[in-house]
């Protein structure tokens, strides 16, 4: 079968991925509850197009905290790449750049920042986990970030432990090192419970941007703003944290509205179609972040997976603005969409 | 297994059809959330029958733009009729007639307009679509429809680029040349995003009353009357354009209180019963339009299948008229329905 | 298996009855939507139970047009009980009496209302139709409904036409004579399609109170009244006929509240537990008729069966009042349920 | 399999149980709506979590009427421990002590209350049903009760008589004698249907609290409160008693405003997952209880599986209650719900 969407990678990604891998990756928390959420959430979003615009393509180019990106379409940072690829997240960097897009390297990568760096093609991120007892281990990742390049920080907010996934713990999945850690086993590691003061730590810590992940409630995106972040992520970790809480695309519309426009915000959690992309857009997001999807690209093919992967998403996300009646980014707005 | 309501032919179609043509006809754009939402809404739709009023026959017959037709039922648009039927449109187009109705004559026929003129047993109306570099074709096409008497031109506007149908991808279809286009291969050929000064462009360019086809929107639906639309087709191409639209049943009601009689208003998409067409007419469409129950019926037998699945739909939909009360089409009003 | 519930009756009648009465008795009209709705509409209604009210049994007695009852469950007009055992209406007749109920005797019985009344062991009210051409049969129906001491006259208002009923249609019933109709053939007689002067007509011929039975608008309920209905039976004919209409008991509430007491209201439409009969009663209905339930334990145990599933409903309704704290049903109100 | 979750010890429960004592353990009343929705209830409430709180553990113990527990899961009362277990209610008694919780004895147990508290390693609670022609043996039983240091009466209420229970009574159960009632034939006793008077007798009786199980409605737990009751159970009998009812957990939240903090609430009826009991306790419940899940426990693995299960639930409370920001039952409070 030739994947022509991400759900035929999906199918791909589970048959050639060892069963460990592909459990870890595709569950979710408790009874998936959010996890099915996160799509049914999409669904019961109408999209309502404009006719006789004029339009005949699109163009899906924005940007990201200033950087320019080729679609509002970015990879959410996933642990153990390792897991999917040889190459693990290098291959990942490569792929992303190729399609014009960045990525958020995770702490938990297979291979170090330095080594994704080395090999990515186009800009990156670095996503941050602070482990207990480590504080200087996250003061060294923070640096690495820098003198590698990374053009943000992404703290992950919703993880003071790590959510049990029932469906995973079943499978025992081969988990290769982090070579961020160095010598420390991160599977002896436990995260940093963290609080409000240290975010301003980490502001404190570095120039770059601080955008914060895991955000679901109107109150806590102000208090990020108040506290310094550049830009948060409405994200529920893809239904692999804490199970009942909102879709991802649910929780988004109080949030817009709460920080007015004082700064950007991203989305994940359950984006498989150009038109979630451009729903998630209308809503007021920037951008969306995708985590399985790049996983399924990159186990099926390597980079070129990952790239292809994102080109049928931008594909499908420039048919959506076209047949809605809209030529660019900065087009879409609210009065595209309506909850049905 | 004799055919007795409009799913019997559907599927029989699939047994008779070629993978690749039944894949083409019946998918939906996306995840078919559109095309599964367009049947969806209509059992949403309660109907209020009324007793006691004396009704044991009901006459279905009403006009469309002044045209007679023996039921408020027409056939919709749809290209390729070769891939069902030798005969193709020749034999839809008598089979329409037969049936008392008339038929909207795709640009993308198997078969040219002069032919299904000739074939014709009734009236038809004419379907345009413009090719991007290709304008002179377009004004062609409009002379020829006026020539061969067809009594109005159909604008599709809901269809900038081809929307991408990833069942029918899948399955190649073995795709006939379309005849109206001569030589050109339609293969080639793109769609031209049109604007509104088009469709004055279009008005100026013939007496026909012009239907604009694929209107989902209120204030759309205003602006193509203040550009000259003698009806507009409330309509999401049967689901196979932008995925995530509302049903057309759905988009109908604010449509209709917004026109307020300024038009007439019809619409195609998922209906498959006599109660469905009740339910459209109850909620203010002038006519109903259905494509893919007049292919099944083409290709299980020819233009006798064309007559029998719109005589089904009419049988059942003065069945349905009878208990609902009401003996004649103008009876038919908002009173006869409310949303569950 | 031995049946314990109407369920149960059901599984076992679609064994023992041929293949064309199974498909009559149980098949709806259309898409089946207002079948299904007629059972999912309960489920939607919640009972309230109150603690501590010291009841330890229930009497289900009642009175339906001053005729004591047993159990607020009447046995509905069905067709042609002869396709479900050899005594056909004289062992439902029996069975009803057995279980201290009422039958409602149809025009289109298996026997002749003159066998049925000589084998009743209860009260009969006798269901009318009107054919076409046959008023004068009309009137003599009356009149040997008079001579044989049915209470009361249920005119089925919602027939104008037989409903078409697709599963039915597919598979032909060896469809015995109706006996009332003497030398007629009733597969060659057709309803008379009735109106509100022909209920004053039929008013006029007897003394026997009038039920008009196929209600579902509060606006037709009134006018019921006005031409002096004694009772109506909010019905949508177990959804046979038109299909798309409400749940009956969903249409229930608004025509309680607008006849405010001025007649006797009565329900039939998918009741199948005893849960269900204390849901409608505490919606307002004054008892509810069941017809395919009968029919089943006719199927299964001739009279026997109808007994014992009239018993099986009594003794769950007697549970369901029991459990929800009221004694009688004089206790029953609109505090016991509400709408989910 | 090792179990680990809930499901994991149903699932092999249903394996272990004899079939009768499965379908009596498991079944719930009519068409197990009520048991269904308990379920489906939990899954509509959407959590909240609030982030960087700084909790990276949090503790679970509280106390219920005065009495410190490790969890706000209490195991419920439930009859016949013995067809899961040889050592029947011993065994749960000493696997709820071990896991730091308490146990409510039934008074329908296959071992005498005597025994359960010489077993017990933690606190009881005496539930009790007082029979028909048998007060002097409730008398009995609650001096027995207080004799054996139960630290609480629960008094269940929705029972007047024994709800059937249709997927049961198609499979007899090996029933063991309940050791509390002497000579007596437990099949041949019924239940006494109580009034509110008599719980002013109990109430009188014994210097234990009052706890009232089995109420839905705020009305009623008003009134519980004027006759003295200390706590009540929002219960609906796990679905056994009558099926329609309200989930117990959508009943909850009218009840809590109406006590308005006057006594404690507890709740039981589908609570399956640790996020359960933290929307249980949100919406303002004390505590929990489970039924089967601890029967569940008892199958598989004797006193060991009892304290197992609540042990994974007391884990995913934890887990829970780290992930949505709180770190003591105390501060779990309405914020961290909504009804979706």
């Known amino acids: 079968m030739e994947p022509i969407n991400v759900y035929d990678y999906e199918a791909l990604?589970?048959?050639?991925?060892?069963?460990?891998?592909?459990?870890?990756?595709?569950?979710?928390?408790?009874?998936?509850?959010?996890?099915?959420?996160?799509?049914?959430?999409?669904?019961?979003?109408?999209?309502?197009?404009?006719?006789?615009?004029?339009?005949?393509a699109a163009d899906t180019a924005t940007t990201v905290l200033g950087t320019p990106v080729g679609l509002p379409i970015l990879v959410a940072p996933t642990a153990a790449h390792g897991m999917a690829c040889a190459e693990a997240e290098c291959a990942t960097a490569?792929?992303?750049?190729?399609?014009?897009?960045?990525?958020?390297?995770a702490t938990e990568s297979t291979r170090s920042i330095e080594e994704i760096a080395?090999?990515?093609?186009?800009?990156?991120?670095?996503?941050?986990?602070?482990?207990?007892g480590h504080r200087p281990l996250a003061e060294s990742l923070v640096r690495r970030a820098e003198a590698t390049g990374c053009r943000a920080l992404v703290l992950t907010v919703d993880a003071p432990l790590w959510g049990s996934k029932d469906r995973s713990a079943r499978v025992p999945a081969d988990w290769p090192p982090?070579?961020?850690?160095?010598?420390?086993?991160?599977?002896?590691?436990g995260p940093e419970p963290l609080t409000w003061a240290d975010l301003d730590w980490l502001r404190s810590l570095t120039a770059m941007p601080l955008v914060v992940k895991g955000v679901l409630l109107p109150?806590?995106?102000?208090?990020?703003?108040?506290?310094?972040?550049?830009?948060?992520?409405?994200?529920?970790?893809?239904?692999?944290?804490?199970?009942?809480?909102?879709?991802?695309?649910?929780?988004?519309?109080?949030?817009?509205?709460?920080?007015?426009?004082?700064?950007?915000?991203?989305?994940?959690?359950?984006?498989?179609?150009?038109?979630?992309?451009?729903?998630?857009?209308?809503l007021g997001a920037r951008a969306v972040l995708v985590g399985r999807p790049a996983l399924w690209g990159l186990a099926v093919d390597g980079a070129a997976g990952v790239r292809h992967v994102l080109e049928l998403l931008r594909n499908e996300l420039e048919e959506a603005m076209v047949l809605a009646g809209v030529g660019s980014i900065a087009e879409i707005d609210g009065s595209l969409v309506r909850w049905s």
Chains 1, 2, 3, 4 share one sequence.
């Open 118 to 132: 080395a090999a990515a093609t186009g800009p990156l991120w670095s996503q941050l986990y602070v482990y207990r």
């Open 178 to 189: 982090a070579a961020n850690l160095g010598e420390l086993d991160d599977s002896e590691l």
């Open 94 to 105: 490569r792929g992303a750049g190729e399609a014009s897009t960045l990525m958020v390297a």
């Open 219 to 282: 109150d806590d995106a102000l208090r990020a703003l108040d506290h310094g972040a550049a830009a948060i992520v409405v994200s529920n970790h893809g239904g692999r944290q804490l199970d009942g809480v909102p879709a991802s695309i649910e929780a988004l519309p109080a949030i817009i509205e709460t920080v007015a426009g004082r700064c950007q915000v991203y989305l994940d959690g359950g984006v498989r179609r150009g038109t979630d992309v451009l729903k998630a857009l209308a």
């Open 13 to 56: 990604a589970e048959q050639r991925l060892a069963p460990g891998a592909w459990a870890f990756y595709s569950s979710g928390a408790g009874d998936e509850v959010t996890l099915r959420r996160n799509r049914a959430a999409f669904e019961r979003i109408q999209l309502l197009p404009r006719i006789l615009t004029g339009y005949g």
